[in-house]
């Protein structure tokens, strides 16, 4: 179901298109809201990660930012779901995504200095990648509420910047 990288890390975005689609053909409200919220732990425990490991200040940065970000988001989705009412419902796609994710920082913990920092990075672009084009193609089509569109179309701006810099960080370290 799902396809592997190379490159190491934070496994969300070790998926493809395909296997949040074959969560649900189209997700509910609830389940789109448990895939977005679980996407954005697993990068903050990636984050976490690679300021425990990396000494290197651009990745320390990047990381940083990671985490701030996606605690920002995360915030604000979980009160958008308390406001509406509506508990988020686990599924396939959430569950297969904290597997890999866990699967990815088992394989990062092995790794130390620039072999951990470009394979974390690598993983970054990947993942933002990957979950940049889940939210485009399929859950905020998907969404029903407006409030929880509006709110998976603000992260789809942040994630696309912090593809951006992912980017502009692996640049970096080559």
Known sequence: MFTRYTAALAALLLVSAAP?????????????????????????????????KSKTKEVVDFAKDMERDHEAVNKQALDLVKKLKVKPEDNATSQALTKAAKEERAKLAKLQGAAFDKAYIENEVAYHKQVNGALETLLIPSASNAELKSLLETGLKIFQGHEQHAEHVAGMLK
């Not at 409200?29 to 919220?37: E, F, N, R, S, T």
Request: aromatic share 6%.
């Open 20 to 52: 949040f689609a074959q969560a649900a053909d189209k997700p509910t409200d609830p389940q789109i809201a448990h895939i977005a919220y679980t996407a954005g732990v697993l990068d903050i425990e990636a984050a976490k990660q690679a300021l425990e």
